[in-house]
């Protein structure tokens, strides 16, 4: 079974039709989650840590919450530009200090 | 100022060869990490390096797959009898502290195994 789990697997998106993207994760605990985009031929880019639960980030169109047992990153008014895939990372309290386990990523297409 | 880089950017080897894979972390990060990516997996962690304590190992896949850090910096990942299953785009990233701080990663080196 997954520990980090991602849904859905593919998103097309007109331009400005807001959605979320779902990454729930069953680690006995966490120490950080993160949320990276990749751009194909590309190494994945940073975009946010989250800590705890009830916490929330945003960057320009992406905002980024935490529960318990799930992330969600929400991108309003969407641009062809934030085509990409959008990965998850949990970092496992008592796993390797060096070992985020990832997601296989949500890729997203938005459409002019 | 200057990302991780990553050389060579493309790699292709015929099974059985070896093939070094080489990083430079972004100056004064000092974790380093080598993952793996493989279509349509998510990133597969490899090893990981934090200063001078011994390296964490634990996602190498086999004894064929090593690597080293030299003076804290640059990184080698080494694949000896390379195997077509070991096709995939080797990624490594650096953080300022190796406790899950914030990964920046380079832009990887795809390797193809024919």
């Known amino acids: 079974e997954d520990q980090v789990t991602q849904s859905p697997e593919a998103l097309r998106l007109q331009e400005g039709e807001s959605s979320s993207l779902n990454c729930s994760y069953t680690v006995s605990g966490l120490r950080g989650l993160f949320w990276y985009r990749q751009d194909p031929g590309k190494g994945p880019e940073f975009l946010f840590t989250l800590y705890s639960a009830g916490e929330e980030k945003e960057k320009e169109r992406l905002k980024a919450t935490l529960t318990k047992k799930e992330s969600f990153l929400h991108i309003t008014a969407p641009k062809p530009e934030d085509s990409a895939t959008y990965l998850c990372a949990v970092h496992e309290q008592g796993g390797s200090q060096g070992n985020l386990i990832f997601g296989k990523g949500t890729k997203l297409s938005v459409k002019p | 100022g200057a990302g991780v880089s990553q050389s060579p950017s493309n790699k292709v080897t015929e099974k059985g060869k070896d093939v070094e894979l080489r990083c430079d972390p972004i100056?004064?990060?000092?974790?380093l990490y080598w993952y793996r990516q493989s279509l349509g997996q998510g990133l597969e962690f490899l090893i990981y390096f934090q200063g001078n304590s011994a390296p964490d190992k634990s996602g190498l896949p086999s004894d064929r797959f090593s690597a080293e850090r030299t003076g804290g910096s640059v990184s080698t990942l080494t694949i000896q009898r390379t195997q077509q299953e070991d096709s995939a785009v080797y990624l490594c990233?650096?953080?300022?502290?190796?406790?899950?701080?914030?990964?920046?990663f380079g832009p990887g080196t795809r390797l193809t195994v024919t």
């Open positions: 100056s004064g990060h000092t974790a």
């Open positions: 990233a650096s953080s300022l502290v190796g406790t899950g701080y914030e990964q920046y």
